[in-house]
């Protein structure tokens, strides 16, 4: 007697439990690492805005105490070590909207102060970060600052001349012609020309005049001194898509003319290349003199 012939089981379709267990278990790990990676992307974020933040203010805070030394000759409240040095400069509409504290908390969450100090030449600002890190990377974003576990600590001579010979502060307004006797007290010069020492060395090398330009404008190239040759660089500055149609790329050509430059910003987008206007990019240009 024949049997029927009994044929194989046919394999269930689908994942099994431990299949989907496995499955799971890998993706929560993944999960997690890029939480990780992403929490620890918007705290180096975070600590970098605040340095910034923090940085800026502690200059502007000086700024103002050395220009309350230029109307008063003294520091603000330098009998009293500037102890209340805050108040005094906002008494004297100095401070322009620098806040008294930093972007820092302390360990009951309240931002902690900036504190000012001072000597016979130098003024002082301190602020307490959250933690060494922190503070070591503030350091780093004011020259000469120093960093003391998780305080930071920056000098800022009085602006006088440095060698003591009586010097004026030198306004940075173009009013008053440079002498071998200013000082730059710490700050910049913008727009100079023909920058030259004592020792015949020129600065211009290193100053650069920058601007925003839109497609189209003629930049003037500056009389350089002899044997240094004008130069430009250009960058983008703001760009968007024409109006309906996507944005596939930007091109910065330049036109160089017998005394200036032409710069122009060519768009490419969905129908092809045209000009940019003053909605669709603005180009940054600078400008230096070089060897």
Not at 184 to 212: C, I, K, M, P, W
Request: hydrophobic residues 35%; negative net charge.
């Amino acid at each position: 007697m024949k049997h029927p012939r009994t044929e194989p089981c046919a394999r269930q379709s689908g994942f099994s439990l431990l299949e989907l267990a496995v499955t799971l278990t890998l993706f929560s790990i993944l999960a997690g690492t890029l939480q990780l990676s992403m929490t620890r992307r918007l705290t180096d974020d975070i600590e970098r805005d605040q340095a910034e933040q923090a940085a800026g203010e502690i200059y502007r805070l000086a700024n103002a105490a050395q220009h309350y030394f230029i109307d008063e000759g003294e520091w603000p409240l330098e009998t009293l070590l500037c102890e209340g040095a805050y108040v005094e400069l906002g008494a004297h509409n100095l401070l322009k909207g620098v806040p008294r504290h930093s972007p820092y908390l302390d360990a009951e969450e309240n931002q902690t102060e900036y504190v000012m100090s001072c000597d016979s030449s130098h003024f002082t600002v301190a602020v307490t970060t959250e933690n060494a890190e922190q503070a070591a990377g503030l350091a780093r974003k004011i020259p000469g600052a120093s960093a003391a576990d998780t305080t930071v600590t920056a000098h800022y001579p009085k602006p006088a001349d440095a060698g003591g010979g009586g010097g004026e502060f030198m306004p940075l307004d173009g009013s008053a012609t440079p002498t071998a006797t200013w000082n730059l007290g710490n700050q910049y010069l913008f727009g100079a020309r023909d920058v030259v020492t004592e020792t015949g060395q020129t600065l211009l090398n290193s100053v650069q005049f920058a601007t925003v330009a839109n497609h189209g404008d003629l930049i003037r190239k500056p009389t350089c001194p002899q044997g240094m040759e004008p130069r430009i660089l250009t960058a983008l500055n703001r760009v968007s898509a024409p109006s309906g149609r996507a944005l596939h790329g930007i091109q910065l050509p330049m036109d160089d003319l017998a005394d200036s430059w032409r710069v122009r910003a060519v768009i490419t987008g969905s129908g092809g290349e045209e000009d940019a206007t003053t909605d669709t990019a603005a180009i940054a240009v600078f400008v230096k003199c070089s060897y």
